[in-house]
């Protein structure tokens, strides 16, 4: 099992709507969280960045954590035409050995003019 | 704001040629990271670095090699392209320690014919 699944969709919502993206992960060492957005053919852009559970907002976009559910969201609201891209979830443990993230293979959204 | 920057955009190069694919970053990182991404594969790390002449092996070394002789330069070497290396390569850097996210080169797609 890959330590974060996260659906590849593709998603297709109209001008407007609010877009939830989730993924699960299975290791409880896990205590960072992030959301990345790439744009075609560029490199992934960090987007949020969350620390244990509960909620952060930046603008139009909401971060969830649940730890209890290994649960990861991004909620966007008011979606833009912009806004289309892939957004992948990414996932770090705490320790000073903990280099790397472990990425999910990421949602493809297109929000619909 | 952090700065991760990959000399070569777009490259075409010949089955059994040397490749080599450099990353530079500004931010006096210790950490650095290779990665490919393919369709429907996410990323997956080929090599990283804690430090100047420092690597270690990620999910997928088998072909590449790596340099690291300055602390803001990382370099990806393909020893024998082959056709099957055809990707996106994206090299990423963060602060040592627990708890820093990484940061994203541009990318830089490679073709092999």
């Known amino acids: 099992q890959k330590e974060v699944e996260q659906d590849p969709g593709p998603l297709s919502v109209p001008e407007g709507a609010i877009v939830s993206l989730n993924c699960t992960y299975s290791n409880s060492a896990f205590q960072y969280f992030m959301w990345y957005r790439q744009y075609s053919r560029k490199g992934p852009e960090l987007l949020m960045y969350?620390?244990?559970?509960g909620n952060k907002e930046d603008g139009r976009f909401t971060a969830q954590v649940d730890k209890s559910s290994k649960y990861i969201s991004l909620f966007i609201r008011d979606s833009q035409p912009s806004d289309s891209a892939t957004y992948l979830c990414?996932?770090?443990?705490?320790?000073?050995?903990?280099?790397?993230?472990?990425f999910g293979k990421g949602t493809k959204l297109s929000v619909i003019p | 704001d952090v700065k991760v920057t990959q000399s070569s955009r777009y490259l075409v190069k010949r089955t059994g040629e040397k490749v080599f694919l450099e990353c530079v970053q500004d931010m006096d990182h210790e950490n650095m990271f290779w990665y490919r991404q393919d369709p429907g594969l996410g990323l997956r790390l080929i090599y990283f670095?804690?430090?100047?002449?420092?690597?270690e092996k990620g999910d997928i070394p088998e072909g590449y090699s790596v340099s690291r002789e300055k602390k803001e330069r990382f370099s990806l070497i393909l020893e024998s392209a082959s056709t099957n290396q055809t990707s996106m390569y994206l090299c990423a850097s963060n602060r040592g320690g627990g708890g820093n996210t990484i940061y994203f080169g541009e990318g830089s797609w490679l073709t092999v014919v």
């Open positions: 990414a996932s770090k443990g705490a320790g000073a050995g903990s280099y790397q993230l472990t």
């Open positions: 969350t620390y244990s559970s």
């Open positions: 670095s804690y430090d100047v002449k420092m690597k």
